[in-house]
């Protein structure tokens, strides 16, 4: 059974930067890898997403810019560099994979950005 968990969050003051990082437990190829997050009250958004053998990136409107990800195929890692984070990117972080129809999930991270 595939799992990913998800390390790195914590609390940062508005400005600060926090890199998440995210491990699978096998050593399958993943299309795609991505974070999501939701924060209380809303929605789970997608932050960003990286097309695993190309490289190719996305990112949400409201990170384009402070956020980058990138990833270790080797290591089955995908990693999310925050920079510039304010109080609205306060949210449980989620890492996501996908291979094929199959997409997996961590159990979250909480990030919270408050001075």
């Known amino acids: 059974q595939v799992q990913l968990v998800e390390s790195g969050g914590g609390l940062v003051q508005p400005g600060g930067s926090l890199r998440l990082s995210c491990v699978a437990n096998?050593?399958?190829?993943?299309?795609?890898m991505a974070w999501h997050r939701q924060a209380p009250g809303k929605q789970r958004e997608a932050v960003a997403i990286?097309?695993?053998?190309?490289?190719?990136?996305r990112y949400g409107d409201g990170v384009k810019g402070r956020f980058a990800i990138s990833r270790d195929n080797a290591k089955s890692m995908v990693y999310l560099q925050m920079n510039s984070l304010k109080p609205e990117d306060t949210a449980v972080y989620f890492c996501?994979?996908?291979?094929?129809?199959?997409?997996?999930w961590g159990q979250g991270i909480q990030v919270t950005v408050s001075s």
């Open positions: 096998s050593g399958i190829i993943f299309n795609s």
């Open positions: 996501n994979a996908v291979r094929t129809v199959h997409s997996y």
């Open positions: 990286i097309i695993t053998d190309r490289g190719v990136t």
